[in-house]
């Protein structure tokens, strides 16, 4: 393991260029602060400014001559004996959506985008992607593993972080997609969880409801999500002959093939929702409520 300091004074995007996965940064914030261990940073582009719960001090002059940002006035940083929050739900009512550090238990420090606006918030958002996106959905299995792409636009968290987070709690999953005449959709299934790689990252969702369609949880083996192994270009897992990851170029929990391609660089599908034709999509997981 290989790890790189930097000081607060130092723009993240310096250091960032030395932080090649699967190395962890760590960030030491102020004399005052503990060190950070932050797993996935390669994840992150931008200034310490840009993470919303990051205690920054202000009136302290850089090497430069510069004062860095006043200490913010929401979720500065986890209450004191509390940690960091071990998934977005955990960031404060009333917090603004942008990115955040998580620390999942047992896990070291991660950054995550929290959507906060979206029903009642605290939404740990797993991936989003775009079809004009820049980046690359047909990774490998070890990019899936550990996330890529941006956190402040199209990106995977992680399958591996994804697993350790909704392995903490009972977790809810939603799918929000654009289609191709701007509508916003959504479909949310009451359970989502991950089994552990040696077990293929096996998905679990629970029932359906929603404006989108029910296209995780197909009638069709052919093209069913729900209870599939995640498969990638090089790690065939789907129930195909042949390799759905590769063809379609884009990790997924695959069968033989897909009713849901988000994970795609191009025009998305969502069940007939959109064909191939879809603009965006969005996918959140939250703890889930009992009321
Ligand atoms: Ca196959």
């Not at 607060?8 to 760590?26: D, G, H, N, V, W």
């Not at 090497?63 to 860095?68: A, F, I, R, S, T």
């Not at 089994?195 to 009638?219: N, P």
Request: charged share 20%; aromatic share 14%; net charge neutral.
């Amino acid at each position: 393991m290989i790890s790189f300091f930097f000081f607060q004074s130092l723009p993240i995007s310096a250091s960032q260029r030395l932080c090649l996965l699967p190395f962890t940064c760590l960030l030491t914030l102020a004399a005052s602060f503990p060190v950070l261990d932050i797993q996935n940073f390669y994840l992150f582009n931008g200034t310490l400014e840009d993470i919303m719960n990051i205690p920054l001090e202000s009136s302290q002059p850089d090497h430069g001559g510069n004062h860095v940002r006043q200490v913010r006035d929401i979720a500065p940083h986890p209450p004191a004996g509390h940690g960091w929050p071990k998934d977005c739900s955990e960031i404060p009512a009333g917090s603004r959506s942008g990115v955040y550090i998580i620390q999942p238990k047992g896990l070291h420090h991660l950054v995550v985008y929290c959507e906060m606006n979206v029903t009642h918030g605290g939404w740990t958002v797993i991936q989003r992607n775009q079809k004009d996106t820049s980046v690359t959905w047909a990774e490998s299995w070890s990019t899936y593993k550990y996330g890529f792409g941006n956190v402040r636009s199209e990106y995977w968290l992680g399958t591996e972080y994804i697993y350790q987070i909704a392995k903490q709690k009972v977790y809810q999953v939603r799918f929000i997609i654009q289609d191709s005449t701007d509508n916003i959709s959504f479909a949310d299934y009451n359970l989502f969880s991950l089994e552990d790689e040696s077990h293929g990252y096996r998905l679990r969702l629970g029932s359906y409801t929603g404006t989108a369609g029910d296209a995780m949880t197909s009638d069709n083996p052919k093209t069913m999500h729900d209870n599939m192994k995640f498969s990638t270009k090089d790690r065939d897992q789907d129930t195909y002959s042949k390799n759905c990851a590769y063809s379609y170029e884009g990790g997924w929990w695959y069968s033989a093939c897909y009713s849901v391609r988000v994970n795609f660089k191009g025009g998305m599908t969502w069940g007939n929702l959109c064909k191939g034709n879809c603009k965006s999509s969005l996918i959140l997981i939250k703890p889930a409520s009992y009321c």
